[in-house]
């Protein structure tokens, strides 16, 4: 069975020679590096959980390629009930790592790169759908994670990637070859990139006929020659160095550790390439693997909220008021913005539909219904979990205070709250709380899948405005074809007139 184990993933990327860089300083191995490993241990769990028989059904499918059980982050979406199984996979994966697992970028890729090459050659007579096949089959058999790079810097933001005075604000093609090409730019934000496999590159915008350098999409091994990870900073990350009851998650990371892609002349082979040139492609392949991604935030998000729930309400028991009334409403507030984002994600798989090339699509308006609820529900349920656990959370002593013998005394004496509990473990769930709603937490849900206005700009286009003010005026008009039951209140206002 094609499913690797987290040992196996671990030792597979001690394999690769990735150029990666933390803190300005080259790295020697990522698997051993301490601000990356918070980062693998999170993908590992995805690997874990595979293999458990009782999450088999949400974590694993069947593929449709080779007939065998894969992991469902390798699996194209076959049905309305893939995409549901995916948003339950997030949830679940939510719940047991409190933060971002990192693979769906990948999946989303992976999908989006399957329709858009079926489309493009079913139009252009190209090939690139069978050389994706065979790409994907490999994927599946070797359970890899991928990296899906599409946000490039995009340099001056009022000009075109062909107008720009640098070049390589935007991935683009520097040189063609009788075998392959070679790309250069970068791509910001990647989501567990320094720990994938490989990278799915794909455009980050629609492209016009004059910027076919641009239009590209492959895939790149993580130690291709030429590529190279800068890590990016995230809050608290150094007291993951630390250890002790600073940490906040002590085994998974903040977010997903993004990094910034460089491409630094690097050589993609013709069978990784899987759009080049054709332009006209390259904003419905951005728009499907953005539609894909922002469904997935009601679950993702949703798994992490049910653990950032989890650790407001044990405060509020810390701290005594947990039977308190108003403290109870907080939370079920809490509760209330999760589970709606969670039903609108479900909801956008439940009404997914078939693309032409036979995979399933999420109900657009829904999905990004879900991103942008995100955008702000995130925000207030942090909020809360700030209001519910008290000032403490910006004020709270660190592990040093409580190792010094002269201290430690009053720090406890003077952060015991309800007696049932001891300091150490409020601490510990301040701290949790403290990373999972601060800076790199909160912006990650405000701009990862697309800023707040990207989600408006495909809600106002599917929202069929002109259809719901004929609604309106048929409504108020009273001129539908079925006349209905005549109306007394009608009748008696005519007979008054
Ligand atoms: Fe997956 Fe959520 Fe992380 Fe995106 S933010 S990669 S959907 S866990």
Redesign the pocket.
Known sequence: MPLKTPVEYVESLRRLKIRAYVGGERVGSIVDHPAIAPHINTVSKTYELAHRPEHQEVMTAISHLTGERTHRYTHIFQSADDLVKKIQM?RL??QTTG???????GLDALNAMYATSWEVDAVEKTDYHARFRRYLERVQREDLMLAGAMTDPKGHRAKRPAEQADPDQFVHVVERRADGVVIRGAKLHN??GINSHEILVMPGTGLGPDEQDYAIACAVPADAPGVLFIFGRQSNDSRKLEGGCDIGNPRFGV??GEAMVVFDNVFVPTERIFLNGETKYCGGLVNYFATW?RA??G???GG?ADVLIGATAKMTKILGTDKNAVVRDKLVEMVHMNETTYASAIGASAMGYKLPCGSFMVDPMMANTVKQNITRNVYMIGRLSHDLAGGFLATMPDQKALENPEIAPFVKKYHTANPDYDVMERIKMGRYIENMTSVTTMV?AMH??GSPQAQRIVMLAQAGIEEKIKMADTVISGTDDVPGLPLPVRELAATKG
């Open positions: 997030l994966l939510g933060t971002c697992f990192q693979r769906c970028v989501t567990g977010v997903g991604h997935n935030y679950g993702c998000k992490n990650e990862g899948a």
